[in-house]
């Protein structure tokens, strides 16, 4: 028997299993879709930072999820023996005017009391950055040292392999076991706003592409609001659009086209690189746009870990160990902007 089962295997539940298991719990993981079924099955992986200005709890539990990310990743990978595609190898931003320039120097500033000196967010010339970087008009990128990626199905596919190696399960049914964690996404955000008869949340639709061109040591790079990020497997995913109107959620059309104009408009370089991929699907976002955490509103004795659009990979190692907080131990530290009375 089970003394947690998680229903969803996308970061979010995975992550929560793991914390578990790492605190003694006897975890289940089902899904039937699989892992990395759902939004987290994507391609894009870039986990930024919130800007280091107007701190908050938000940026705080984003802060300390990024922290962590580097040992817990490391860890997943020793007990999966696959590669999880993690790397903090930061993120460049090119600079347009001298108004953008001093306000990264004024966050500059603000980073080296927020990031506690555990990261940098510095603005730089082109002879401090290596590799393809757009243009910038002023000569002048913002590099960080907090942002990493990953490669998002990857990193499910490991984060799953490491708990069965650990001794849970991953499974496609099965029946609830313990307490039960409810991490399925869009299908739980619909399942809300229908029985409260409101919006609690919403599906957002997102388009990426994937394309060969080896980066796989270079800086993901934010420029003509495209994230382009490399992938340790010499892939570079381009991403991404949000979309809270469409009709058909896995159909990828033109504004992906626009999207990848975008991006070979600001590194030229990818303009000759195959596509290897084309994706879309559907993303949770929860009505207040934070992540949606805690006791399950519909569901006595469960709980739910939900809404992690845009910010899911970013934040699911500090996700998981909340959670397994508050199942196993009844240790509440989840902030309240992320209960799910905050989307109610």
Not at 261 to 275: D, F, N, Q, S, Y
Not at 322 to 330: D, G, H, P, Q, T
């Amino acid at each position: 028997m089970a003394d947690v089962t998680v229903r969803g295997a996308g970061i979010f539940g995975l992550s929560v299993a793991w914390a578990c298991l790492e605190k003694g719990a006897r975890v289940r993981v089902i899904d039937p879709n699989g892992v990395g079924g759902g939004a987290s099955g994507g391609i894009v992986g870039a986990l930024a930072p919130h800007v280091p200005e107007n701190w908050n709890e938000k940026k705080e539990f984003q802060f300390q999820s990024l922290i962590a990310a580097e040992a817990f990743w490391e860890n997943v990978g020793n007990w999966a023996k696959l590669e999880t595609s993690y790397a903090r190898t930061g993120r460049v931003q090119p600079l347009a005017d001298e108004r953008a320039v001093a306000l990264a120097r004024a966050r500059a500033i603000s980073a080296k009391e927020l990031w506690r000196g555990q990261a940098e967010w510095q603005v730089v010339g082109r002879e401090a950055l290596s590799g393809p970087l757009p243009e910038s008009e002023t000569g002048l990128y913002v590099f960080d040292t907090l942002t990493a990626r990953m490669f998002p199905r990857q990193a499910c596919k490991a984060l799953a392999a490491a708990i069965v190696a650990r001794g849970g399960e991953v499974l496609l049914e099965g029946d609830d076991q313990g307490s039960v964690v409810w991490a399925s996404g869009v299908h739980d955000l619909e399942r809300l706003s229908a029985h409260f008869d409101k919006d609690v949340g919403n599906a957002v639709k997102g388009q990426g592409a994937l394309l060969r061109f080896d980066m796989r040591d270079g800086p993901q790079i934010f420029a003509n609001t495209v994230h382009m990020v490399p992938h340790w497997n010499g892939t570079v995913a381009i991403g991404s659009t949000s979309e809270r109107v469409f009709e058909h959620a896995s159909d990828t059309d033109a504004q992906l086209d626009l999207v990848l104009e975008k991006a070979c408009a600001a590194l030229p370089v990818l303009r000759e690189a195959e596509v290897l991929e084309r994706w879309a699907g559907l993303r949770p976002r929860a009505k207040s746009r934070a992540p949606m955490l805690g006791r399950h509103p519909l569901f006595e004795g469960a709980y739910i870990a939900n809404g992690g659009f845009k910010i899911g990979f970013g934040m699911g190692v500090e996700v998981g160990r909340v959670m397994a907080s508050l199942i196993l131990e009844e240790i509440d530290t989840i902030p309240a902007e992320f209960t799910p009375e905050a989307s109610l």
